[in-house]
């Protein structure tokens, strides 16, 4: 149980254009979705925290508008990474947690979007 | 400011023998979740351990356990009978609640590597 699928897995695209990533939780409701960057060989780095039906609260440093998030639904995420720029090339990891007890709910990750700006 | 770090940046050890990975943090906080997580070349996070700070009783999950030292703000992940696959980055996390919601602060990792 508690799979998290991310799509798509990789992505290659030129400068300027959008590229939109997509966070499912398959077998719960996700009441709260994260998404993180990292770099290689680092630590993940979270970029904005997303409850269902609100606004996405973005981390410190963060553009909001560079990084676009959606939670319409209690299974489903976007990230859109608008106008990229090779600078934004990385591996992006989104990361799903139901409700109940927080202790009792570790987040689960998706398999993570290896993006790559030419 | 809550922080977790990871003293050692890469360790490896032989295959069957026991590792131990150090995790420390920081928290003025008195209830909170600890987890370990592996990250493998494939990258994908896997949850290895957790353990909530009001248990004093060590987690363990198979070949896995905790030895969490409330006091002493530490958090160290003993792999018992290391095995090939176990090769991977592991990350400590520390969950805290930021205006009612609750995140990770991940330590830096630790890459470990299990010798054949």
């Known amino acids: 149980g508690a799979v998290v699928s991310q799509h798509p897995s990789w992505v290659i695209c030129k400068s300027g254009t959008s590229v939109k990533i997509e966070c499912r939780s398959l077998d719960f409701q996700a009441t709260t979705m994260f998404w993180y960057r990292q770099f290689p060989k680092q630590s993940l780095m979270l970029m904005a925290t997303s409850n269902e039906g609100s606004k996405a609260t973005y981390e410190q440093g963060v553009e909001k508008d560079k990084f676009l998030i959606n939670h319409a639904s209690l299974t489903l995420s976007t990230l859109t990474v608008t106008s990229a720029h090779p600078e934004d090339s990385s591996f992006y990891i989104c990361?799903?947690?139901?409700?109940?007890?927080?202790?009792?709910?570790?987040?689960?990750f998706g398999d993570g979007t290896r993006l790559s700006i030419l | 400011a809550q922080t977790v770090t990871q003293s050692q940046p890469e360790m490896s050890v032989q295959e069957a023998e026991t590792v131990t990975l150090s995790c420390t943090y920081d928290?003025?906080?008195?209830?909170?979740?600890l987890f370990w997580y592996k990250q493998p070349p494939s990258r994908q996070m896997i949850l290895v351990i957790r353990?909530?700070?009001?248990?004093?009783q060590n987690a363990t999950e198979n070949r896995f356990s905790v030895n969490f030292q409330k006091a002493a703000k530490s958090f160290s992940l003993k792999i018992s009978d290391s095995q090939l696959g176990d090769t991977a980055m592991y990350f400590c996390?520390?969950?805290?609640?930021?205006?009612?919601?609750?995140?990770?602060?991940f330590g830096t990792g630790t890459r470990l590597k299990v010798l054949a």
């Open positions: 990361s799903a947690r139901g409700g109940g007890e927080i202790g009792n709910q570790p987040q689960h």
């Open positions: 353990q909530e700070a009001y248990k004093q």
């Open positions: 996390a520390f969950m805290r609640s930021t205006s009612g919601t609750y995140k990770y602060i």
């Open positions: 928290t003025s906080e008195s209830n909170y979740y």
